[in-house]
């Protein structure tokens, strides 16, 4: 079984930052994507970024210039740094992950969900 665990969530004000983690445990013979998306109240679940296994980036217009998103492939680990937060970034945060695992199989995995919050 391969598990995502996400850590970093919190309640800041207006401008801090915040950072993310989501480390993906198990059994694991390949991490392709990773990213991270995030549901508001009221809202559908949007894309915020994505890297690529080789460290290709993208980012949603709204974050672009603001978050970060970076991998540790040693630790199977994906980080978004979160500076210059708005209280419309206020969401449910999501990891993502697609990969194989170590009997081939394909998952498409999604962590349990860390809230973040910004108070204006």
């Known amino acids: 079984q391969v598990h995502l665990v996400e850590s970093g969530g919190g309640l800041v004000q207006a401008g801090e930052s915040l950072r993310l983690s989501c480390a993906a445990s198990?059994?694991?013979?390949?991490?392709?994507?990773m990213g991270w998306h995030r549901q508001a109240p009221g809202k559908q679940r949007e894309l915020v970024a994505l890297?690529?296994?080789?460290?290709?980036?993208n980012y949603a217009d709204s974050v672009k210039g603001r978050f970060t998103i970076s991998r540790d492939n040693t630790k199977n680990t994906v980080y978004l740094q979160m500076n210059s937060l708005k209280p419309e970034d206020t969401a449910v945060y999501y990891c993502?992950?697609?990969?194989?695992?170590?009997?081939?199989?394909?998952?498409?995995?999604w962590g349990q969900g860390t809230q973040v919050t910004v108070s204006s």
């Open positions: 993502n992950a697609a990969l194989y695992d170590s009997t081939w199989s394909y998952q498409n995995l």
């Open positions: 198990g059994r694991i013979f390949r991490l392709n994507t």
């Open positions: 890297i690529l296994e080789g460290g290709s980036t």
